[in-house]
């Protein structure tokens, strides 16, 4: 049973518009979330992360908005560049013990010029 | 330049035999992750070690195993027990527990 759930496989935007990534999730007990980049043949590269006592992080051109109510978290790259194309991933920690990472399947992303 | 490096990139294993996939990391990090990722999933937490010493079993931790003997390395072991061995997997780290993770970047396994 997934509890981070990314319902989009793939994603295509084109250069300078706004892409928005989701992510849902179903553990209410879960507290900070993260989104990871990954390109072929490299591992994830961290990106930008929330806590649930927020409910929007910025960072440049990525902002992570967080819905609690809803369990939905969304990743805005806004403006889009094709060095963007990669895949995304979500994950979720209830800060527990175990300290783990729950992750979603990922998104690709692709920018065209 | 500080980071995680995963070595070998690309490994083949026999049926039967066990093979140890390296990791090792120079941030000075106390927590330690593998990861199985197999296509179209997410990555999958196989052990971790939030200290020297000390290591927990993850969601599919049968068929692996690990040690911690310092603080730099964290190697994993695919037994011949894990039944369905071939994946990518990733090593992580981060400064404690519930941080933000480095990943390195992989090392794939086959089975011939």
């Known amino acids: 049973d997934q509890q981070v759930k990314q319902n989009s496989p793939s994603l295509s935007v084109q250069e300078g518009r706004i892409s928005i990534l989701n992510c849902d999730y179903t553990?209410?007990?879960?507290?900070?979330f993260l989104w990871y980049k990954k390109y072929p043949a490299e591992g994830p590269t961290f990106l930008i992360s929330i806590s649930s006592i927020k409910d929007k992080n910025e960072d440049g051109r990525f902002t992570v908005f967080l819905n609690k109510s809803a369990k939905h978290l969304s990743l805005h790259i806004v403006p889009s560049q094709p060095g963007d194309s990669a895949v995304y991933f979500c994950a979720a920690t209830d800060g527990g013990s175990q300290g783990n990472l729950i992750f979603g399947k990922g998104t690709k992303l692709s920018v065209k010029p | 330049d500080g980071g995680i490096t995963q070595s070998p990139k690309y490994l083949f294993r026999k049926e039967g035999q066990n093979v140890t996939l390296s990791c090792e990391q120079n941030?000075?990090?106390?927590?330690m992750y593998w990861y199985r990722q197999d296509p179209g999933q997410g990555l999958r937490l196989i052990y971790y070690?939030?200290?020297?010493?000390?290591?927990q079993k993850g969601d599919i931790a049968e068929g692996y195993s690990v040690s911690r003997e310092k603080k730099e390395s964290f190697p994993l072991t695919v037994t011949s027990a894990q039944k369905n061995p071939t994946a990518f997997y990733l090593c992580?780290?981060?400064?404690?527990?519930?941080?933000?993770?480095?990943f390195g970047d992989g090392t794939r396994l086959s089975i011939l």
């Open positions: 553990n209410s007990m879960f507290d900070y």
């Open positions: 070690s939030q200290i020297v010493n000390d290591f």
């Open positions: 992580a780290s981060s400064r404690q527990l519930y941080q933000p993770q480095h």
């Open positions: 941030l000075n990090h106390d927590a």
